[in-house]
């Protein structure tokens, strides 16, 4: 089945909406620029009562941008979080120090878009859990992502990812399918496309993103048996 990470939410509406879908991954993100931001005392309050995932509940991820352990560690002492993604220029030593600081897996995003940028996968794979493949994002963005991007799908064709991975950037509940068809994605991630305005999550649109991308799912299966 196709993992689905619900990135950026930030209200009990959007957060509802990702639990009734049965979203695999919920992303909050600590990185107090972006409009979906939440501060560890918020993140506490919106998601402290969601089942943890060995009861069933969603993994929780907590997105960082070049973070302090100072600011990780609060953000953990709030929440308890399953995985750590890591959004900025984190290299490949500072992703294996976190998560040996932590004792929590690391999920290394990359910014593709060139072939050349997949060259990364290597050097991250030893220091790294899994891996977030999402649009690099245009010069002076004020935001490393969450900026409704997409890259071309087609670098990933016939490309080996080490480590378990999520595909990410531009994604809608229109063209999710396709994604997952055209990358074979293991599990796909979303923020703007399930978004009414930017950082405000629309419920009704999460509930048609999971909905695709378990249609996509059901397909691919059903494919494989034909
Ligand atoms: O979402 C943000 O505001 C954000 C800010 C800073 C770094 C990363 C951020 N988002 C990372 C994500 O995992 C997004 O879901 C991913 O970039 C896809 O975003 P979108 O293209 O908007 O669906």
Same mark, same amino acid.
């Given at each position: 089945?196709?993992?689905?990470? !619900?990135?950026?939410?930030?209200?009990?509406?959007? *957060?509802?909406?990702?639990?009734?879908?049965?979203?695999?991954?919920?992303?909050?993100?600590?990185?107090?620029?972006?409009?979906?931001?939440?501060?560890?005392?918020?993140?506490?309050?919106?998601?402290?009562?969601?089942?943890?995932?060995?009861?069933?509940?969603?993994?929780?991820?907590?997105?960082?941008?070049?973070?302090?352990?100072?600011?990780?560690?609060?953000?953990?002492?709030?929440?308890?979080?399953? !995985?750590?993604?890591?959004?900025? =220029? =984190?290299?490949?030593?500072?992703?294996?120090?976190?998560?040996?600081? $932590?004792?929590?897996?690391?999920?290394?995003?990359?910014? !593709?878009?060139?072939?050349?940028? *997949?060259?990364?996968l290597?050097?991250?794979?030893?220091?790294?859990?899994?891996f *977030?493949l999402?649009?690099?994002?245009?010069?002076?963005?004020?935001?490393?992502?969450?900026?409704?991007?997409? $890259?071309?799908?087609?670098?990933?064709?016939?490309r080996a990812v080490p480590r378990?991975w999520?595909?990410?950037?531009?994604?809608? +509940?229109?063209?999710?399918?396709?994604?997952?068809?055209?990358?074979?994605? +293991?599990?796909?991630?979303?923020?703007?496309?399930?978004?009414?305005?930017?950082?405000?999550?629309?419920?009704?649109?999460?509930?048609?993103? !999971?909905?695709?991308?378990?249609?996509?799912?059901?397909?691919?299966?059903?494919?494989?048996?034909?």
């Amino acid at each position: 089945m196709t993992a689905v990470k !619900i990135c950026g939410l930030n209200d009990r509406p959007g *957060l509802d909406a990702a639990l009734a879908g049965r979203a695999e991954m919920i992303g909050l993100v600590f990185f107090q620029p972006s409009p979906r931001a939440v501060t560890p005392a918020e993140a506490a309050a919106l998601a402290g009562a969601v089942p943890r995932a060995a009861e069933g509940g969603p993994l929780r991820v907590g997105l960082f941008v070049d973070a302090s352990e100072e600011a990780i560690a609060a953000a953990l002492a709030a929440l308890p979080l399953d !995985i750590l993604q890591l959004h900025g =220029e =984190e290299t490949p030593d500072r992703c294996a120090e976190l998560r040996a600081r $932590f004792g929590l897996p690391v999920m290394k995003a990359l910014g !593709i878009a060139t072939a050349d940028d *997949l060259r990364l996968l290597d050097a991250y794979a030893p220091a790294v859990d899994r891996f *977030l493949l999402d649009a690099k994002p245009a010069p002076g963005a004020a935001l490393p992502g969450g900026n409704a991007a997409s $890259f071309d799908w087609s670098l990933l064709v016939g490309r080996a990812v080490p480590r378990p991975w999520l595909l990410a950037g531009g994604l809608t +509940p229109a063209n999710v399918a396709d994604a997952v068809r055209a990358t074979g994605a +293991p599990g796909v991630d979303v923020s703007s496309g399930v978004e009414a305005s930017r950082g405000v999550k629309d419920p009704a649109r999460i509930a048609a993103f !999971i909905a695709a991308a378990r249609r996509a799912t059901t397909e691919a299966a059903g494919a494989a048996r034909a």
